[in-house]
C-alpha cells in the first residue's frame, strides 16, 4: 500500500498545454514537498509547503497543499520542454517521530513533446 | 565540496558479491539519509543517521543490508551476497535537520550510484 498516490504516472502533452499533477494520502503530513529528477541526477526540490491551505507560485508552476494537510497538487501552466522530466511528491508525516525522513509519491513521469 | 556526492556512480557486480556504496553529504550536516529508486519509480526510506547513530533503520530490506557513519560526515552503506533485485539507484541525501524550523529542513541529494547485479 502507497502512503502517497502520486497521479497520473504518466503524461505526455505538446508544449504550451497545461497540466496538473495530483498527490493524495489519507495520511496528516507536516510537510509536503516537491521534487523534479533529470536522468543520472538526485532529486531537486522545487518547494517544500507547511500549512494546510497553502499555495505557492514559482514561474509558471503552481504547488497547493490541501486545507487537511493530506493532499497536494502542482499545476504547471504553458509547458516547455525544458519541463520533461520525473515529478516527485514528498512528505514528512505528522505525530510521532519521523526524523524528517520523508516517503516518496511513485512519481509523474512528464514529456512535453515541441 | 558545495553538494552531497556519491561513489562510485555506477558498479556493476556478480551476484553474490559485496559492494559498498559512499556517501559525502554537505559539511556540516547532521542528518544523512539513504534511499533506494527502482527505475523511474519514487524513493524509498532505508536509513537515517543523526551524527554517526542511526535511529532509524526500518527501511533497511534485510540483514544483508547495513551502513555507518564516520565522524559524522561520510558514510558507507554495505549490500553483503548482492541479489538481482538489489539492482536500483541508491540515494544519499543531507539535511540540518533538526533545526526546529520545517522549511528549512531541505533534504539535498546526491546523484545516486546505479547499482547492477548480474
Known amino acids: 500500500t502507497q502512503l502517497l498516490e502520486q497521479s497520473p504516472q504518466f503524461l505526455s502533452i505538446q508544449e504550451g498545454e497545461n497540466l496538473t499533477v495530483y498527490c493524495n494520502s489519507s495520511?496528516?503530513?507536516?510537510?509536503l514537498q516537491w521534487y523534479r529528477q533529470e536522468p543520472g541526477e538526485g532529486p531537486v526540490l522545487l518547494v517544500t509547503?507547511?500549512?494546510?491551505?497553502e499555495v505557492k507560485k514559482l514561474k509558471r508552476l503552481t504547488f497547493q497543499f490541501g486545507d487537511a494537510r493530506k493532499d497536494s497538487s502542482l499545476h504547471i501552466t504553458a509547458a516547455q520542454t525544458g519541463d520533461t522530466g520525473l515529478y516527485l511528491c514528498?512528505?514528512?508525516?505528522?505525530?510521532?517521530?519521523?526524523?524528517?525522513?520523508?516517503?516518496f509519491g511513485q512519481g509523474t513521469i512528464l514529456t512535453v513533446h515541441p | 565540496g558545495a553538494g552531497v556526492s556519491q561513489s562510485p556512480s555506477n558498479k556493476v557486480t556478480e551476484k553474490g558479491k559485496d559492494v559498498e556504496l559512499r556517501c559525502d553529504p554537505i559539511?556540516?550536516?547532521?542528518?544523512l539519509y539513504w534511499y533506494r529508486q527502482s527505475l523511474g519509480q519514487g524513493l524509498e526510506f532505508l536509513i537515517y543517521?543523526?551524527?554517526?547513530?542511526?535511529?532509524?533503520k526500518s527501511g533497511l530490506p534485510s540483514d544483508r543490508f547495513s551502513a555507518e557513519r564516520t565522524g559524522g560526515s561520510v558514510s558507507t552503506l554495505t549490500i553483503q551476497r548482492t541479489q538481482q533485485e538489489d539492482s536500483a539507484v541508491y540515494l544519499c541525501?543531507?539535511?540540518?535537520?533538526?533545526?526546529?524550523?520545517?522549511?528549512?529542513?531541505?533534504?539535498?541529494f546526491g546523484p545516486g550510484t546505479r547499482l547492477l547485479v548480474l
Open positions: 541525501a543531507s539535511s540540518s535537520y533538526p533545526s526546529g524550523r520545517r522549511s528549512q529542513e531541505t533534504q539535498y
Open positions: 495520511s496528516v503530513f507536516s510537510s
Open positions: 509547503v507547511v500549512t494546510g491551505g
Open positions: 514528498a512528505g514528512d508525516r505528522a505525530g510521532g517521530t519521523s526524523y524528517g525522513k520523508l516517503t
Open positions: 559539511s556540516g550536516h547532521t542528518a
Open positions: 543517521f543523526q551524527g554517526n547513530s542511526a535511529p532509524d
